[in-house]
């Protein structure tokens, strides 16, 4: 079974400080894997996607990289921003079309 | 498109009250998930379908819950009778097709179903 853990549960910085979010999964059989955001009281927004023959993706200030041989995907934040406040969450997609979630980090940026 | 769209947004009901969870998927996608959340067991999947054939079912947590998708742009999550530990928010996504394209296989979530059971 797939198991998707991500770390710190929680995290809080300073404004401007560049910053690694970690996720780690057990299965190494997975076609993809999704970074998600979600703020308080709201659904969850799709923030980069790598396909399984990929390295990374980028997007803004934002990159996720994927190393299926370690089991770990790292999503790193340049110039954090307090707006970037919100929960994290991994996500893969591995046999039979499922989308496993991680356990998620919160992540608060100070002013 | 308005991508993926759930009602109600929220909803406060008794226990033993039939309660009923709806969901429209992005117009062409052709798999959709019902997710639960809660803080103590985080994202859950209760079920899937693709082309509007259930797939795996085997996160619904009892026969209190059951999911039916009769076509492509509408399904429903029914739970009957509602119990106070059904409380949480669900969720509907839906997915096109997979491909080797990535914009393809992203994942979109309505904004959830917030379901109080008292």
């Known amino acids: 079974k797939q198991e998707v853990t991500q770390i710190p549960a929680a995290l809080s910085v300073p404004e401007g400080e560049n910053l690694v979010l970690n996720c780690s999964f057990t299965d190494s059989a997975i076609y993809n894997l999704q970074w998600f955001r979600q703020d308080p009281g709201k659904g969850l927004t799709s923030l980069l996607l790598i396909q399984s023959s990929q390295r990374e993706q980028t997007s803004g200030r934002l990159n996720a990289s994927l190393d299926k041989s370690s089991g770990r995907s790292t999503l790193y934040i340049a110039a954090s921003q307090p707006g970037d406040s919100a929960t994290y969450l991994c996500?893969?997609?591995?046999?039979?079309?499922?989308?496993?979630f991680g356990t998620g980090t919160q992540l608060k940026v100070e002013l | 498109d308005a991508g993926v769209i759930q009602s109600p947004r929220h909803e406060v009901t008794e226990m033993g009250q039939e309660v009923t969870l709806r969901c429209k998927p992005i117009s062409g996608h052709n798999s959709l998930f019902w997710y639960r959340q809660t803080m103590m067991r985080g994202l859950e999947l209760l079920i899937y379908?693709?082309?509007?054939?259930?797939?795996?079912d085997s996160g619904m947590p009892e026969d209190r819950f059951s999911a039916k998708m009769p076509n492509a742009s509408f399904s429903t999550l029914k739970i009957q009778p509602s119990e106070p530990r059904d409380s949480a928010v669900y969720f509907c996504?839906?997915?096109?097709?997979?491909?080797?394209?990535?914009?393809?296989?992203?994942?979109?979530f309505g904004e959830g179903s917030w379901l109080t059971v008292v």
């Open positions: 996500a893969f997609t591995g046999g039979g079309n499922k989308l496993t």
């Open positions: 996504a839906s997915r096109g097709q997979l491909s080797l394209s990535s914009s393809g296989n992203t994942i979109y």
């Open positions: 379908f693709n082309n509007n054939v259930p797939i795996d």
